[in-house]
Structure formats: C-alpha cells, structure tokens
C-alpha cells in the first residue's frame, strides 16, 4: 500500500528505480518525467494534459519560493526532483479553480473529509 500519494514523488521513482535497474543516472529528462506525470490520455482523457484550445485546462501551479526550490536555476528540474504535493498552490480542473493559495475551495475540511472517506472503506 501506498501511505502517500504524490504525483512528483512517483515521477522521481520512474527515474530512481530506473538508476537502480541500470546503474546509469538522467534515463528521463525532468520533461520526460513530467509528461509521464501528466499523462491523461493513456487514461483516456485525449483532451487533457495540455494547454490548448478545445483541452480541459487541467493544471497546477507550483510554489518555486519555499525551501525545497528556491533559488533553482532550473525550475523544471527542481520541481520535478525535489518538489512534492504540498508545493502546489493552484489547482484548475476542467477549466475551474479547485484549489486557490494551496487552500480547496470545494471542501472546507479536507482532512475530516478524507478521514471519513478512508473510514468508509478502511473497518
């Protein structure tokens, strides 16, 4: 099982678990990372992950100032090898705002919600 789902922390282990495998380190690119990361339509949503006309504008922003990325020369690298989910301050699904300043504008208590979610399936 998973104790944390984090879409960075598994674009990394693509690339850690290929060092290991290999011996070799940089197999992917950051871009090839985060285009793994991204990759909605091996889930059958051709229309996203991109920024396009007719796309469901599906994006995220990321916070480059706090300790793990401030300062990075490379932005794309640094958040692909060192960011994690508590970096992402905006959410846009579908065209609409989810997440605004890292706070849910749907779900004003995240945590109870997701402990209630997880009671329900966990006895």
């Not at 099982?1 to 960075?8: E, K, L, M, N």
């Not at 282990?13 to 990361?37: K, M, Q, W």
């Not at 020369?73 to 992402?88: C, E, G, H, K």
């Not at 609409?96 to 504008?105: A, Q, T």
Request: charged fraction near 20%.
């Amino acid at each position: 099982g998973q104790a944390v789902i984090d879409p960075f922390e598994e674009a990394r282990a693509l690339e850690y678990d290929e060092r290991l495998a290999s011996g070799r380190r940089g197999n992917f690119t950051p871009a090839e990372l985060l285009a793994a990361a991204t990759a909605h339509a091996s889930l059958g949503w051709p229309d996203a992950g991109r920024i396009a006309p007719g796309a469901l504008a599906d994006f995220v922003t990321v916070d480059l100032s706090g300790p793990r990325l401030a300062g990075a020369a490379d932005p794309l690298s640094a958040a692909v090898f060192a960011a994690t989910a508590s970096d992402v301050r905006h959410v846009v699904v579908g065209g609409r705002e989810i997440v605004r300043d890292g706070h849910h504008l749907l779900i004003n208590d995240v945590a109870g919600e997701l402990a209630t979610a997880i009671g329900r399936i966990v006895p």
